[in-house]
């Protein structure tokens, strides 16, 4: 019974019409956000930051999702550990701070001290036959491609190989390993996380709430107008001829029914070099290139993973659902290792299209979540440009409705 949900939820499921929004209990509803945390968040792989952020043995910073923290920490050996920040006594947290260096971690308790991989290496008090091997931190799945640290709280984690190898052959050349922190900013966005996924998977808004974007993607306005999807082909066209002669990888990683990303190798706009006011360059080239290519890398990943790469930049995108109607989105955007601010890039300009755009999206996110807490809200008709939006709700409550695997009991009793 535990793993079955309520009944009210499976109507909702059932009756959804194929094509149209979700109910807006999906939206609003304390339980069904419990669901989502268990079934989704809890079972899948999420971003969860960048290797910049812990460069040395013992740093670590933590990673708050679903109630669950995990401590992310540089070992001696330069792995990254994933710890759940449970004390194996009587439970206690043990990391505090958001960000630290620790050669051990003491628990604030009754200081048991454990290792950064984990292992108790100290309890004081303790009957003769208390063994310490068995008391080490439970781990979490993580996985660390390109220096972007990708964590699992499962059990059994659902598959990452063909994930890491794409991202490693897509952003391979960029070497994000090798990138800094230019600018961060953090949001709370007053909606709940299904509007923001549903949000950045689509971009039949773009031309109604992003003139910056338009202005630097072709594509923005390919959407809306002939003209503009004619010149968007040409130039597409042009640019893949470029490619070609160049060497640049084109094209993408579609998603499946049966997978969670998809990657694109997509053209900016004809004389822009980068994602910039303008298109001039930003910062200096990053990882193996030796020329501004010209397009834009990315990668969307379920159930909400958003990072992307131009030739002298990074913004690596962390959003967290912090409770039914609130979703955190920090945005960190990455330059070479080893830049200096204000002589080979300002933070300004290397931010600004998705900073700007990022608070548009807060804006409307925050407008659809109000309008759909409404009782007379009544899901619409998606329309023919928003087949993600489709796909990814419907693998939203695919998932939801499967109970397998289901490592943890419920916190809430929400199932
Ligand atoms: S709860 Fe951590 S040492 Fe007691
Ligand atoms: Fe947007």
Redesign the pocket.
């Known amino acids: 019974m535990a793993n079955e949900l309520p009944v009210w939820v499976q109507t909702l499921i059932e009756r959804r019409r194929p094509g149209y929004g979700l109910d807006r209990a999906f939206y609003i509803d304390p339980a069904i956000f419990e669901i989502d945390m268990e079934r989704i968040f809890m079972r899948h792989w999420l971003y969860a930051g960048h290797v910049s952020s812990i460069p040395n043995a013992g740093d670590y910073m933590l990673y708050e999702i679903g109630g669950e923290s995990i401590i992310l920490i540089r070992s001696e050996t330069g792995a990254v550990n994933a710890l759940f920040n449970v004390c194996r006594h009587r439970g206690s947290r043990i990391c505090l701070t958001e960000r630290g260096t620790a050669r051990r971690l003491v628990c604030p308790y009754h200081a048991w001290v454990y290792a950064a991989d984990g292992s108790l290496v100290q309890a004081r008090h303790m009957p003769e036959d208390f063994n310490r091997a068995d008391y080490g931190l439970q781990t979490c799945h993580v996985r660390v491609v390109e220096g972007l640290i990708f964590i699992c709280c499962a059990e059994t984690p659902p598959p990452f190989d063909t994930i890491a190898h794409d991202i490693a052959d897509y952003f391979g050349p960029y070497e994000l390993a090798r990138t800094q922190p230019a600018h961060r900013v953090r949001h709370v966005i007053a909606a709940n996380w299904k509007i923001v996924a549903e ?2 998977f ?2 039949y ?2 031309s109604h ?2 003139p910056e ?1 338009c202005s630097v993607m072709s594509y923005g306005r390919a959407l809306d107008t002939r003209s503009g999807a004619r010149d968007h082909a040409a130039f597409v066209a042009e640019w893949e001829q470029i490619a070609a002669r160049e060497g640049w990888r084109t094209g993408g990683v579609a998603i499946t029914d049966s997978t969670v990303h998809q990657i694109q190798r997509t053209p900016i706009r004809r004389g822009y070099l980068t994602q910039s006011e303008g298109g001039a360059p930003v910062a200096p080239l990053l990882g193996r290139l030796t020329a501004y290519d010209g397009a834009v890398t990315a990668i969307q990943m379920y159930p909400l993973i958003w990072l992307l790469a131009c030739s002298d930049h990074a913004m690596l995108s962390r959003f967290t659902p912090l409770s039914p109607q609130e979703t955190e989105l920090e945005l960190t955007w990455m330059v070479r290792e080893g830049a200096v601010a204000g002589r080979d890039y300002d933070p300004e300009r290397v931010s600004w299209l998705w900073r700007v ?2 608070e ?2 807060k804006i ?1 996110c925050e407008n659809n979540q109000r309008g759909v807490a409404s009782r007379r809200y009544i899901p619409g008709p998606y329309a023919t440009t928003e087949g993600s939006v489709e796909h990814l709700v419907a693998w939203y409550l695919r998932e939801i409705a499967d109970p397998a695997p289901f490592p943890y009991p419920l916190a809430s009793g929400a199932l």
């Open positions: 949000n950045f689509e971009c808004h773009c709430t992003h974007f755009t990022a548009e999206d409307i």
